[in-house]
Nanobody, 121 residues
């Protein structure tokens, strides 16, 4: 079973920066995409940023120009550099990976346990 291990959450003042990191714990055949979602209390989980194996990236409108996603394909890691943070960025941030553990299986999505990001005003 793949584990996605997240780190880097915490408390920061508005305008500050945080860097989230996520690493897959198992040997993986291929990762189609890795990225970050977030969920605030009472809200649905939403995409923040997703990077595909070919390098293309999807950002939520709220993340464009403030957040930067990067990925190390060799290490199966993904980072999210967040700048100019706002109180509305407060949420639990979840790492996500769409991958194949072995070549003969279908792509499957996996989630990390989540890391809290709190932005104070």
């Amino acid at each position: 079973q793949v584990q996605l291990v997240e780190s880097g959450g915490g408390l920061v003042q508005a305008g500050g920066s945080l860097r989230l990191s996520c690493a897959a714990s198992e040997s993986i055949f291929s990762i189609n995409a890795m990225g970050w979602y977030r969920q605030s209390p009472g809200m649905q989980r939403e995409l923040v940023a997703l990077i595909y194996s070919g390098g293309s990236i999807n950002y939520a409108d709220s993340a464009k120009d403030r957040f930067t996603i990067s990925r190390d394909n060799a290490k199966n890691t993904v980072d999210l550099q967040m700048s100019s943070l706002k109180p509305e960025d407060t949420a639990v941030y979840y790492c996500y990976a769409l991958l194949k553990l072995v070549p003969w299986t279908d792509l499957r999505g996996y989630w990390g346990q989540g890391t809290q990001v709190t932005v104070s005003s």
